[in-house]
């Protein structure tokens, strides 16, 4: 397996931005495991039946990603950043074209770990997931982006301070805030539903 410094990664994104169309082709090979992985991460909470696969979302993330070529790239953890919010759309869009049946329906589930809530039901419905993360950034665009980064992208703390151009210390207080913000979404959209 191709392993890549952060610095080629950079080098090859800069090449695309700039109009190398085959930096492209070269660049896919050294983030698959990467993007394989984060792709593994969003589907390991999908029924098993799912008809979307791993392979096919990274896919999809791919041919979308191809209408950045002309984003200034800064560095791999940009790159990444892009990747999970991507994917993430994917899902939700498929969720959403899924859930058309309406109220009932069988909805997508994405566990969220332990690191982002503690909760004692450790699941919640992706769409509700990105509803209420959508509500997050109306107010705080920073604290959504860090949870989109670090849960969706499994970006780094320090990975996610590049992206975000903030400090390691701001990105780890925006995390607990925001993790906290999220669990009581969670908890008031369960008293509704009650």
Known sequence: MLSASS???TQLLKAWSAG??????????????????AARRYMAGERSEHTLQTTALINEAYLRLVDFQHISW??????????AQLMRRILVDFARARGSQKRGGDGSHLPLDETLIVSSEPRADLIALDDALKNLAAFDERKSRVIELRFFGGLSVQ????????????????????????????????RYEA
């Open 159 to 190: 990975e996610t301070a590049e992206v975000l151009r903030v400090s390691p210390e701001t990105v780890k207080r925006d995390w607990r805030l925001a993790k906290v913000w999220l669990l009581c979404q969670f908890r008031n959209q369960k």
């Open 7 to 9: 610095h080629d990664v």
């Open 20 to 37: 190398d169309e085959a930096a492209l082709d070269k660049l896919v090979p050294l983030v698959y495991r990467e993007l394989h992985r």
């Open 74 to 83: 800064r560095n791999r953890a940009q790159f990444f950043g892009i990747c």
